[in-house]
């Protein structure tokens, strides 16, 4: 069965700390894809990146990066110089390359960068 | 950059009435989709549709939930008689192809706030 685990409920930093943010999958299936997405108090489902399963290169887009490693089933999520826009609840999301291509969500980690 | 449209942003419904959301998916998107999530909760699949029919359901739609693309553009969601635990963000998405064939995936509306009172 396909579960996502964000075991960081919430994390509190301060403006330019960097700061990561853990997600561990499992899926029976070799091939899926892997998702994160940010839900800022406005509420809106914001996308961030996909990334296949057969694709473990790490991935950088200015002040985020995503390191991916089968081999742990983690998809953690670091953001780099924090500030207070990306105080945010992140979610982490798995769907499997058949089917409906569901998204299987995890619980969330709100983000709360302080000035 | 085309948008998922729902409308209306907040719905405050009685216990036991019928509502309907709406969902103006993207135009050439085939898949559709309904996600809830209750207040500070995870995001939930509900239904898929494809083909003007539904694909896959989770165990949250039951028979109170139902959908609908009635004319071509506009995608529904009707929960039949409303219970106090519907109250939930409601979110609706589209694809374009099946697979995720596509780098971004889904494109999410910014949901429909239900409050069942």
């Known amino acids: 069965a396909q579960k996502v685990t964000q075991a960081q409920t919430e994390i509190s930093v301060v403006e330019k700390e960097d700061v990561t943010l853990d997600c561990v999958y499992e899926?029976?299936?070799?091939?899926?894809?892997l998702f994160w997405y940010k839900q800022p108090p406005s509420g809106e489902l914001v996308f961030l990146i996909r990334?296949?399963?057969?694709?473990?290169q790490n991935e950088i887009s200015g002040r985020y990066s995503w390191n991916f490693q089968k081999s742990t089933s983690s998809f953690n999520f670091t953001i780099t110089a924090s500030q207070v826009v990306d105080s945010a609840v992140y979610f982490c999301?798995?769907?499997?390359?058949?089917?409906?291509?569901?998204?299987?969500f995890g619980t969330g980690t709100r983000l709360q960068v302080f000035p | 950059e085309p948008e998922v449209t729902q409308t209306p942003s907040h719905q405050v419904t009685q216990m036991g009435q019928e509502v309907i959301l709406r969902c103006v998916p993207i135009?050439?998107?085939?898949?559709f989709y309904w996600y809830r999530q209750i207040l500070g909760q995870k995001v939930e699949f509900l239904v898929s549709?494809?083909?003007?029919?539904?694909?896959?359901k989770s165990e949250i739609f039951d028979d109170q939930f139902s959908v609908e693309r009635p004319d071509g553009s506009n995608f529904t969601l009707k929960i039949r008689s409303t219970k106090l635990e519907d109250s939930a963000m409601y979110f609706c998405?589209?694809?374009?192809?099946?697979?995720?064939?596509?780098?971004?995936?889904?494109?999410f509306g910014s949901g429909t706030r239900l409050t069942v009172v």
């Open positions: 998405a589209s694809s374009e192809a099946e697979g995720l064939q596509i780098s971004y995936g889904y494109t």
């Open positions: 899926t029976r299936d070799t091939t899926y894809y």
């Open positions: 990334r296949n399963s057969f694709d473990e």
């Open positions: 999301a798995l769907s499997e390359a058949r089917g409906t291509d569901k998204l299987i």
């Open positions: 135009s050439n998107h085939l898949y």
């Open positions: 549709f494809y083909n003007n029919e539904i694909s896959e």
